[in-house]
Structures are given as structure tokens and as C-alpha cells.
């Protein structure tokens, strides 16, 4: 089912642009088609893929922004797509000073709570990916669709985010999915991430 290896490379001398507090995986700008072929060496992280997704990059804004990030879209479930991030945020990134940045604007909500109506975080745990300290936490949020509009429609979201602390950045491994599809396709990011080697 998992067989497409991938990895990414850090590109050198980027320069910065405001990439956004919280990352909307719902709602960013698609990102271009990825040329890479299987087996492909590099420089920051490798990972498997699961055959049958999509998967996306946007080396254009990657120089811009000084993050590298493969976007993997899967099934669409109801009104969401199912999508795995993995990133590599450098520092000097256009987003986010260092991972406890990240963590702290993506483990709560613009308010400082870790729930509300619409909103629930989970504790920020500390474990083990790859060989090193990984910081672990979820999130459930209601999102409306058309969020210019007047109208009502939404969708629950639910969120796994594993942090790894890096000495020129850190990486991000990121599961996005509609709840009712939450559990069916947590299988496919447990692979990826089990697979998932710094370089």
C-alpha cells in the first residue's frame, strides 16, 4: 500500500515572506505537482508515501519561505480532503521563530485555550520519532466551509501534529482529516510516519 519513497532537500539562501500564523490545510493556495521519482536522494528527511495519493510541492514558495513541505492528498470524505504534511521548517522560516513556536500557535487557539465551542486541544505530550525527542499533540476543530459567506455548513476537523526539534529548524509531521474519516486513514499516517528518517 506504502510504496512510494520520497525525500526532500533543503535549498540554501532562501529568503523570508509572512507564510501565516496556523497553518488552514483546507484553504492554502494548491501547491504544484512534484516531479520527484522513487528513490531520489537527499538531504533532510525520506519518507514513504502511500501509493494512490497525491502528492504535491511548491518549490517556487519553498524558496520563498525557507520551509520544505510535501503534501500528500488522499480521499475526499464528505466536504474535506484527508491530507499528511511533512515539513522541514528551517530556521530563519517566514512562520514561526523555532518549534515551541509552533507549538504554542498550533496546540491552542488564538485566544490562548485549548477548548471552546468550536474548538478542543489536547495536551502536549513528549515521545520518540526517528531516533529523537518528538513533541505530540491533537486538535479538533470546526471549520466552515465558505467562511466569506453567510452560510452554515461545516465540518469537523481532527488534527495529530508530531514536532522534532532540529539544531537549523525543526520538522513537522501533520494529519488532517474530517472526523467520521479520522480513524480509517490514521493507519496510513502511523506508516508514514514509522518510515519517517532524517538524512
Known amino acids: 500500500m506504502i510504496k ?7 535549498l540554501s539562501g532562501c529568503g523570508g515572506a509572512n507564510d501565516g500564523a496556523r497553518e488552514a490545510p483546507g484553504r492554502e493556495r494548491p501547491a504544484a505537482k512534484t516531479d520527484e521519482k522513487p528513490g531520489v ?6 519518507c514513504e508515501t502511500p501509493s494512490g495519493w497525491e502528492i504535491k510541492r511548491d518549490r517556487e514558495k519553498e524558496k520563498k519561505t525557507k520551509i520544505l513541505k510535501l503534501e500528500l492528498v488522499g ?3 464528505g466536504n474535506a480532503p484527508v491530507l499528511i504534511y511533512a515539513a522541514f521548517y528551517g530556521t530563519g522560516n517566514a512562520s514561526f521563530s523555532d518549534h515551541a513556536d509552533f507549538i504554542e500557535r498550533n496546540s491552542k487557539n488564538i485566544l ?8 478542543k486541544f489536547s495536551p502536549v505530550k513528549e515521545t520518540s520519532l526517528a531516533g529523537k525527542k518528538t513533541f505530540e499533540f491533537d486538535s479538533e476543530i470546526k471549520e466552515y466551509l465558505n467562511p466569506e459567506s ?11 501534529f508530531y514536532v522534532i526539534p532540529a539544531k537549523d529548524g525543526f520538522f513537522v509531521l501533520h494529519y ?3 472526523a467520521p474519516a479520522y480513524n480509517k486513514y490514521l493507519p496510513v499516517f502511523k506508516k508514514l510516519t514509522a518510515t519517517f528518517k532524517i538524512l
Open 150 to 160: 453567510k452560510s452554515a455548513e461545516s465540518v469537523v476537523i481532527k488534527e495529530k
Open 41 to 46: 536522494a537527499a538531504e533532510r528527511f525520506a
Open 176 to 178: 488532517y482529516a474530517p
Open 112 to 119: 490562548g485555550e485549548t477548548q471552546s465551542d468550536t474548538e
Open 4 to 10: 512510494l519513497l520520497f525525500s526532500i532537500l533543503l
Open 75 to 77: 480521499p475526499r470524505e
